[in-house]
């Protein structure tokens, strides 16, 4: 935590204990208040960035799975309808380049971003300019993400749903 005054609060056995605490900065950081402000700033983005993508991670995943069992009634992924159709091959596409922004690998945004916070966390400066740069970029690779996550959610699944039911044996 930054320093300054919190607030603790224990809860044992139905019983609440509270006591103020003051947190000191560490007086071996060679630093200043401002860069301490920043670099807490930053993390504190990459700590939201991290909150929306493990929510959208869990949709990923829900619409990863779906679109398995779609191609798998369609009867596989070399089944003709599967690499002919164009509602299936644009479904497909998406899929896998969801697949690698929603990887968890140094490659993916988020994992760009959790390398940033390592260094973050291990510095004293002020973030730089290339670090500002980074996160900027990894938030709008998983905004694009997202949205493109929603649009397979609501459009395209439906799309892919409907042409495995018209194939669907009778």
Known sequence: VQPGDYSVQLTVAGKTLTRPVHVHSDPREVTTPEATRARWAMMMQIDSLSRAFAHEHATFVAADSE?????????????????TDSVVKNVTTLIATLRARFSAGYSAPIGQAFDLLGGLESSADAPTEAE?????????DLRDAFAKLHALVTTEIPKLQQVAGSHAPR
């Open 67 to 83: 679109y398995t069992r779609l191609v798998r009634q369609l009867g596989g992924p070399n089944a003709s309808v599967v690499t």
């Open 132 to 140: 500002r740069r980074t996160l900027e970029a990894a938030t709008a």
